[in-house]
Each structure stands twice: as C-alpha cells, then as structure tokens.
C-alpha cells in the first residue's frame, strides 16, 4: 500500500510530523511520499518547522501559495493531481483544516485514491471561516476520519457517515507537543521573555482584515499590556495589515512585537506564560493540554473539549467582552482544566494501526 502524505501550512507541520517519524520507525516498511505544497512558503512559517521537526525535505514541493482562496484551492488541487497521477498513491493523509488539506482531498478524490483526513468531524458553525468550509467539504470525500475529541465522532455520524470509517484516536499535535516538551526541557532552553507575561497571536482574517476590528483588538491588548508584557509573534498577515492600517503606534512597549517564531522558540515561550491570548485553533488545544490558560478572541470553537474539558475561554473578539474576562482572571478567577481523552502522545502510531489494514 502507498501513500501520500500532503502538507501545506504552518499549523499542518505539526501534525504530520509524528507520522512520519511513525511512518520511518515502522518495521512493516511503509510506502510513503511528502507533498508539501507551498501554501506557506517564508522560511519562518515553513523550512524551519522541517528543520526543528526533523523531517527531512518533502519529497515534492509545489509552490501553490499566495492569491485568493479558491486560486489557492485549485493551484494545490492542479498540483497534487500530478503527483498523484505520477505515485498512484492508494491513500492520501491529509491533515487539518487549512486550504492545503481541501485541495489535496479533492485532487486525490479525482484520481482515485483514498482519502484520510486527520482532525476530521470538528465544526464551527461559521460559515464565514475558510476553514469550516474546508472541514466540511474534505469531510464530505474523504473515506477514513481520524477523530481528536468524541464530539466530532457525533458530528459526522450527524452527517451520514458510516461509524465504522471514523476513528476515535487523539489529538496527533500533541504527539508533537510531547516529544519536543522534552527536548526543550532537556536543552534548558531559554526565551526571551521572564516575570509575567502574557502571549498574543492573531491572525484570522476576521480579527485582523478589518480595519475596526482589529484596532478594537490591539487597544484592548494595549490595555492588558499594562499589566504585564505582551510577547506577539505577528503573522505575515497580520503584519501587513498593521502596516496597510498605520497601527504601530498603537502599541506601547510593553507589547513586544516579534516575528514568527519557529515551533521551539514558540513552545518555549507559551508553556511558561500566565495567559494565552489567541485566534488560533491549534493553541487553543495546546494550552489545554499544558494546562496553560487561554482566552480565544473568537465568538465560537470547532474545539468544545478545550472549553469543557480544558482550559479555553471564549472571550470574543469585543473590547468589552476581552477586558470583561480579563478582570475575572486578575482577581484570580483562573479556568482550570484536564487533558482530554487520548491526548497521549501515541495518535500517530494509532492512526498507522488502522492505515496498516488498509481500506475496504
Ligand atoms: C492559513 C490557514 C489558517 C491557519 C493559518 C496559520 C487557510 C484558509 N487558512 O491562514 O487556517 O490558521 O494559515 O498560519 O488555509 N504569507 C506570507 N508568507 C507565508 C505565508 C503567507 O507572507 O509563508 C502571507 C501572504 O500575504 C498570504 C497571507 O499571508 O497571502 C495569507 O496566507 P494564507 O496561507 O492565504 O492564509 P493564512 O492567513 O496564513
């Protein structure tokens, strides 16, 4: 049996890197590709997590970054169909909710192969996110679902899909999360950062596309910055807006502007941190499993098991609403919370158990 693995943006790395680790490690000896497919391409938001993760150079890279979502989508769907055409994988893995994961289950579809999706059966219910259009449409094809928490198990069977194709096994990130905690202890790592502090990142394109809202956002993070130094890792995105929009001098000095950060900069910096302020989906999960708090600046979670389970709270993204959940947690109102479920640092190797009997 082979595959193919595709990847395409930052938060993907994280996920497939414990599979191919697992996938190297195998004595079954599994066929198996790398398609990474340009959709981030700055050395920061791409080289660098291949290069820390230790995974190697993909075998296949596509250069389909940039432009409008659906040139995106169908860059990555022209592309993966020719590496598809070429290895004739029989299942495709792809990973996440990003642009990348849609476009390669629809090229894999179109030729034939199987398609795995790995977080599959999370909702939002907005509409207006990219990504819940691209869970919902990769869910929609795909023919294996690998499941990170129980309500995206009842999701899809919501949907019509057959039990028997969706697997309950974890959360893969925090395989990832896990293993380089470790290393990053072992290694006494430092960040730059000490005392108190809090870590913003910010980059959907509802918080930071529109001019009001995200000057909204940076007041509101100038206020907290008054208590303790905010460390922001800005996102290229985010970083052209603050540009295009004259915002910098919103921010005082104790909101400390840095570039992204590569995945160990990153670690080392948010596991040690008092709170965690972000859009993000990923961080809300990791600061679950760290037990690190965590106000998501958004109206809704794909991720309940963080809120429920975890220690995420939604804030939304009003100044109001922010600052309101801020003063709770200055007077020592502070969510606590558990590790979900299977969160365990073994996904990857439970996802292989059942790609290993392949698909009937
Ligand atoms: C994408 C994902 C989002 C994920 C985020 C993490 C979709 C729909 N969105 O959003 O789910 O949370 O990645 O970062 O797939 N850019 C660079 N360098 C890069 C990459 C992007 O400068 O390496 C700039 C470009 O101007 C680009 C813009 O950022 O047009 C947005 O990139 P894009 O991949 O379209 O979306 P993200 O906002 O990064």
């Not at 990555?76 to 792809?94: Q, R, S, T």
């Not at 009001?212 to 993070?221: G, S, V």
Request: hydrophobic share 40%; charged share 25%.
């Amino acid at each position: 049996m082979k595959l193919l693995l595709v990847a395409g943006a930052r938060p993907n790395f994280m996920k497939i890197a414990p599979l191919i680790h697992e996938l190297r490690r195998d004595p079954r000896g599994f066929d198996f590709k790398v398609a990474h497919t340009g959709q981030h391409y700055d050395y920061q938001m791409s080289q660098v997590f291949f290069d820390e993760l230790e995974l190697g150079e993909p075998d296949y890279f596509l250069g389909a970054g940039g432009g409008t979502r659906d040139e995106q989508l169908s860059n990555i769907e022209i592309a993966i169909g020719k590496i598809c055409a070429l290895e004739m994988p029989d299942i495709v893995v792809v990973v996440g909710d990003v642009n990348s994961t849609l476009g390669a289950a629809r090229a894999a579809k179109q030729c034939g192969a199987k398609v795995a999706h790995v977080e599959a059966g999370l909702r939002s219910w907005d509409w207006t996110m990219p990504e819940e259009m691209n869970r919902i449409e990769t869910d929609r094809i795909s023919d294996l679902f690998f499941v990170t928490e129980r309500d995206a198990v009842e999701n899809l069977k919501k949907e019509g899909v057959d039990e028997a194709k969706i697997f309950f096994v974890g959360n893969i990130m925090i395989d990832t999360l896990q293993f380089w905690l470790r290393k990053v202890s072992q290694a006494g790592r430092k960040n730059a950062a000490s005392g108190r502090y809090a870590v913003l990142t910010l980059h959907r394109p509802s918080n930071v596309d529109n001019r009001a809202k995200l000057r909204e956002l940076l007041e509101t993070i100038q206020e907290i910055a008054r208590d303790m130094p905010v460390y922001f890792p800005v996102h290229p995105r985010t970083k052209k807006n603050i540009e295009e929009f004259g915002f910098d001098s919103l921010l005082g000095e104790n909101v400390k502007l840095l570039p992204p950060l590569s995945y160990m900069d990153f670690l080392s910096l948010w596991k040690d941190a008092a709170l965690v302020l972000t859009d993000s989906g990923g961080i809300q999960e990791e600061t679950t499993a760290l037990g690190i708090p965590c106000f998501t600046i958004r109206d809704n979670t794909e991720r309940p098991i963080t809120i429920t389970e975890g220690t995420n709270v939604l804030v939304g993204t009003t100044k109001e609403g922010i600052l309101g959940a801020y003063t709770m947690f200055k007077e020592g109102n502070i969510k606590t919370g558990r590790v979900p479920e299977l969160w365990d640092g073994k996904t990857a190797a439970r996802i292989l158990e059942v790609l290993a009997r392949g698909i009937k």
